[in-house]
């Protein structure tokens, strides 16, 4: 049984409604502990900074900042090849430097899949 690490870092600019832009910067951990053949454990963090440029000719307006961390704990079960079953929490968080945009958010998840 085997124990999966992967990481990624991402960088886009990207144009929204014709006349703003922003920046995206998406960091990203991820592990999966396959415990036996039937069972694996998963984790993963991401970061994402978000920064809202504004309009191409820029405004006398502040410019808006997100950052937001993201977590996610699962554990997996496949008892039988038909049947899978995951358990999940997820816990969200933003950031910003403009009022009202901040958030937290936890939740969590049961799955069952059936594979015909």
């Known amino acids: 049984y085997h124990i999966k690490v992967?990481?990624?870092v991402?960088?886009?600019?990207?144009?929204r409604y014709f006349s703003e832009y922003l920046s995206v910067t998406f960091n990203s951990?991820?592990?999966v502990w396959?415990?036996?053949e039937k069972i694996a454990l998963?984790?993963?963090?991401d970061?994402?900074?978000t920064d809202f440029h504004?309009?191409?000719?820029s405004l006398p307006t502040d410019s808006r900042s997100d950052s937001m961390h993201s977590g996610l704990v699962a554990l997996d079960w496949q008892p039988l090849k038909i049947l899978f079953l995951s358990a999940a929490f997820h816990r969200d968080r933003?950031?910003?430097?403009?009022?009202?945009?901040?958030?937290d958010s936890t939740a969590g998840s049961f799955t069952a899949k059936l594979n015909f």
């Open 6 to 8: 992967s990481f990624s």
């Open 54 to 57: 504004g309009a191409i000719v």
């Open 29 to 31: 951990a991820q592990f």
């Open 10 to 15: 991402t960088f886009n600019m990207a144009q």
């Open 42 to 45: 998963r984790m993963r963090y």
């Open 47 to 49: 970061y994402v900074l």
């Open 34 to 36: 396959q415990i036996t």
């Open 94 to 103: 933003r950031t910003s430097n403009l009022r009202g945009f901040d958030f």
